[in-house]
């Protein structure tokens, strides 16, 4: 069975102090890996789609890298329009999603 | 560009009283279509997923159901609600092959049953 585990469940953080979340993963033929940003009360905002291990993407403050077992997303100096719940999913051979529980974020002015 | 609508936003219920939430889809055709419950704490759980017209599979043993009358349209059911029904429901979409490709998620229901 698919399984995706995240952490920390909570990260504080100081408006600037860079960090990074953590998703490792198990999966039969991996097509894909996700991160999705949530705010509460909304649907997940998709983020980033990572292929195969050694890639990488950026958006903004953001970097998501991932190798053969697990994902990183950094945060660099975040704000505090960066607090939000972040998701992380992997698609397996048969197309389908398997979530973590997420790892809510958030940054102190 | 697409854009996804789910209604209602809020919803509460009784027990065994019957459920219907909508999602429609925008801008694109033949969207392959799910249904997520997402519970406080815990990860997205995939409850069906259509990828045409009639098409649904079903994930998870329930007490809902999932129709897809119309190409952008995608339909959650029940008959009678449980407490555990309660939660927050999720739409999403995507046009890769064979149900695959990113998933674009909507604004989500959130489902309180009494």
């Known amino acids: 069975e698919d399984q995706v585990t995240q952490s920390p469940e909570a990260l504080r953080l100081q408006e600037g102090e860079s960090s990074s979340l953590n998703c490792s993963y198990t999966?039969?033929?991996?097509?894909?890996l996700f991160w999705y940003r949530q705010d509460p009360g909304k649907g997940p905002e998709f983020l980033f789609t990572?292929?195969?291990a050694g890639e990488e993407k950026e958006k903004e403050r953001l970097k998501a890298t991932l190798t053969k077992k697990e994902s990183f997303l950094h945060i660099t100096a975040p704000k505090p329009e960066d607090s939000a719940t972040y998701l992380c999913?992997?698609?397996?051979?048969?197309?389908?999603?398997?979530f973590g529980a997420g790892t809510t974020v958030t940054v102190r002015a | 560009s697409q854009t996804i609508h789910q209604w209602p936003a809020t919803l509460v219920q009784p027990v065994g009283s019957p459920l219907s939430l909508e999602c429609t889809v925008e801008?694109?055709?033949?969207?392959?279509l799910y249904w997520y419950r997402q519970a406080a704490g815990r990860g997205l759980q995939l409850l069906f997923y259509?990828?045409?017209?009639?098409?649904i599979s079903s994930e998870v043993p329930q007490n809902l159901s999932a129709s897809r009358p119309q190409d952008r349209q995608f339909i959650l059911s029940s008959k009678k609600l449980l407490l555990s029904d309660s939660g927050f429901y999720l739409c999403?979409?995507?046009?890769?092959?064979?149900?695959?490709?990113?998933?674009?998620f909507g604004p989500g229901t959130r489902l309180l049953v009494l």
């Open positions: 990572l292929y195969s």
């Open positions: 999403a979409w995507s046009t890769g092959t064979s149900g695959g490709g990113t998933q674009y």
């Open positions: 259509s990828v045409g017209i009639g098409q």
């Open positions: 999913a992997v698609q397996a051979r048969d197309y389908k999603l398997s």
């Open positions: 999966v039969s033929g991996l097509r894909g």
């Open positions: 801008g694109t055709s033949n969207p392959n």
